[in-house]
């Protein structure tokens, strides 16, 4: 299994995928603020989420696993 992880500290302001969505390499699937900045975070690779381990509004840390592909 892959996991896509924060890039950087910051709130989750939108999760564009849900539990059982294909997603490509480069597709945006969550959107980050830190800073009033919007950050969006993008898929390294190909493949079907299998959980999302965020919700709108969580505080994540850098490294933390948004997203678990299969």
């Known amino acids: 299994m892959k996991e896509i992880?924060?890039?950087?500290?910051?709130t989750v302001l939108?999760?564009?995928?849900?539990?059982?969505?294909q997603v490509n390499p480069g597709q945006?699937?969550?959107?980050?603020?830190?800073?009033?900045?919007?950050?969006?975070i993008e898929s390294g690779t190909e493949g079907v989420v299998r959980e999302v381990k965020?919700?709108?509004?969580?505080?994540?840390n850098e490294g933390d696993v948004l997203l678990v592909l299969e």
Request: avoid cysteine; charge should be negative; aromatic fraction near 6%.
């Open 54 to 60: 965020v919700n709108s509004g969580d505080f994540v």
């Open 14 to 21: 939108n999760i564009f995928v849900a539990a059982g969505a």
């Open 5 to 10: 992880t924060a890039s950087m500290a910051g």
């Open 28 to 40: 945006e699937v969550v959107m980050l603020e830190s800073m009033k900045m919007e950050i969006p």
